[in-house]
C-alpha cells in the first residue's frame, strides 16, 4: 500500500469515489466544473496495485476554541472501494494526515465520523451535534411588527460571493463574546473560490448591515416550486449568525417577509437553545439531531498555548500511539490570563511532580469541553489524578457545546 497526495489529472477519479460513496451512481460523464471542488493538496489516497483504493479529503481551517483561534484540519471525503475494504487503508490515510497537519502547523481535527468506534481507537473524542429545527413561517410574523430603530439595512446576495465577508466577519467577531448563537467550534473556512463557488452555487445569503458594517449573516435555500404541496415549500438555513438582538430580530424580519411563498424555515441551533422564546404561537416543533462531530489534538503545545483559561500550573504525562510527537510531559501554567506550555525533556522529568496522566482523547476532550473531567475519569481518559487537581480542572476546563453549522 502507497499513501500519496494526488495530481490535477487525478481529480476525476476522487470525484468517481466520493459519487460511489455518498451519492447515487451513474456511468454517464459527471460535470467537468465539479471538479473545482477537489484540490489536490488537501487529497490524500492510498494505492494498492497502482489503482486508488482509498481517498480523503484534510481541509485546512481554523476553529474557535474557547475565543482562541486555532489551525484545524477538518477530515472529510472519507472512502474505500468495498474491493479494497478491511485492509487498513483509511487507518493509514488517517496516520498520514495526521503527519501532513504536523508539518503544516494544523493543532487540532475535527470530523463527522463514518463510525465512532473506528475514530476513537484513532484517538478522537465525541462531541455534540446541532440542532436542525423547523419553524412554521407563521412563528416568526410578529418581526414584520417591530420597528427598525437600530437603523439596519438587509442586502440578499448570491451565496458564492460572500466567501471573504463571510470569513471576515466571522474572523473579527470570534475575538469577542458578541457572536451569536455561539462561538466555541465555530470554523472559518479557508477554501479556494472554486471550492466556495460549487459548495454554495445554489444558495443565496441575507447581510444585515450597521453603518456599512456586517452585524448579521445567513447563507440559505429556497424551495418553493409552485409543484410542491405548501406544506413542502422551505427554506434551509446552512450557517446563521448575529452579533446582538437587534440584528438577530432584522434576520427573522427578513424571513418572515416570504409568509405567503414558503412554509417554513430549518435552522441549526446549539442543542441548549430555548428557541420557543424567540417565536409566536409556535407549538410543537419537528426537530431533527445531526450526527455527532469528533474532535482531537494534533499538537499538544498548539492546542493549549494561548487559550484563554486562569488556572494553576499543572504537570500532565500523556501517550500518543499515533502522534509520536505528543508522547511525553507538559507543563502548564497561566501567563497574563492565557496558557502558556512547555514539554519537558527526558532528562528533566525526574524530579517532576506530574498531577495527572492522560489518554490523547482525554486531552482533546479537556481542551475542546466534550465532556466532564468526572466523565473522563470515570472514561479513564485521565488518572493518577488528586482530588485538589481535580476540583482545578473542573474550574478551570469547563464543558462547552461546540456550535459548527458548517458541514464539510
Not at 142 to 168: G, M, Q, W
Not at 208 to 233: H, K, T
Not at 340 to 359: H, M, P, Q
Request: glycine share 6%.
Amino acid at each position: 500500500m502507497k499513501i500519496r497526495k494526488i495530481n490535477n489529472n487525478e481529480r476525476l477519479e476522487i470525484l468517481k469515489g466520493d459519487l460511489y460513496a455518498y451519492s447515487r451512481w451513474t456511468n454517464q460523464d459527471l460535470p467537468r466544473s465539479h471538479l473545482t471542488a477537489i484540490n489536490p493538496e488537501e487529497v490524500l489516497v492510498a494505492e494498492i496495485d497502482g489503482k486508488i483504493a482509498a481517498a480523503l479529503q484534510c481541509f485546512s481551517f481554523q476553529q474557535s476554541i474557547r475565543g482562541s483561534l486555532k489551525a484545524m484540519g477538518g477530515i472529510g471525503g472519507v472512502w474505500t472501494y468495498p474491493e479494497y475494504r478491511n485492509q487498513g487503508c483509511v487507518k493509514a490515510l488517517m496516520k498520514s494526515a495526521f503527519l501532513d497537519m504536523r508539518m503544516q502547523g494544523i493543532c487540532v481535527s475535527m470530523l463527522a465520523p463514518f463510525k465512532e468506534s473506528f475514530y476513537a481507537s484513532l484517538g478522537y473524542a465525541i462531541a455534540n451535534p446541532t440542532h436542525e429545527i423547523k419553524i412554521p413561517i407563521a412563528s416568526l410574523a410578529h418581526y414584520l411588527k417591530s420597528s427598525n430603530s437600530a437603523h439596519l439595512t438587509c442586502e440578499r446576495l448570491p451565496a458564492t460571493e460572500v466567501k471573504d465577508i463571510l470569513s471576515n466577519f466571522l474572523y473579527e467577531n470570534l475575538r469577542s463574546p458578541a457572536l451569536l448563537p455561539h462561538s466555541h467550534g465555530v470554523v472559518i473556512t479557508n477554501f479556494t473560490y472554486d471550492q466556495w463557488w460549487h459548495l454554495h452555487r445554489q444558495k443565496l445569503c441575507v447581510l444585515i448591515r450597521r453603518d456599512s458594517q456586517p452585524v448579521a449573516m445567513a447563507i440559505y435555500a429556497i424551495d418553493s416550486g409552485e409543484n410542491l404541496p405548501i406544506v413542502d415549500r422551505q427554506i434551509e438555513i446552512s450557517s446563521i449568525f448575529w452579533t446582538d438582538l437587534a440584528s438577530r430580530d432584522r434576520l427573522f424580519h427578513f424571513f418572515a417577509s416570504h409568509r405567503d411563498q414558503i412554509h417554513q424555515v430549518k435552522i441549526p441551533l446549539p442543542l441548549n437553545t430555548n428557541i420557543h422564546s424567540w417565536l409566536c404561537d409556535a407549538g410543537r416543533l419537528e426537530a431533527a439531531i445531526t450526527s455527532p462531530w469528533m474532535v482531537r489534538v494534533v499538537d499538544i503545545v498548539g492546542a493549549l498555548h494561548g487559550l484563554p483559561i486562569a488556572c494553576e500550573p499543572f504537570t500532565f504525562a500523556i501517550s500518543d500511539p499515533h502522534c509520536h510527537w505528543n508522547d511525553g510531559v507538559f507543563g502548564v501554567h497561566c501567563d497574563r490570563g492565557s496558557l502558556s506550555v512547555k514539554r519537558y525533556g527526558n532528562g528533566e522529568v525526574w524530579d517532576l511532580a506530574i498531577d495527572f496522566c492522560a489518554t490523547i482523547a482525554g486531552i482533546s476532550a479537556l481542551i475542546y469541553g466534550t465532556q466532564s473531567i468526572a466523565e473522563s475519569i470515570h472514561k479513564q481518559w485521565i488518572t493518577e489524578i488528586s482530588a485538589k487537581t481535580r476540583e482545578r480542572l473542573e474550574k478551570c476546563f469547563t464543558p462547552c457545546l461546540i456550535y459548527n453549522p458548517f458541514k464539510f
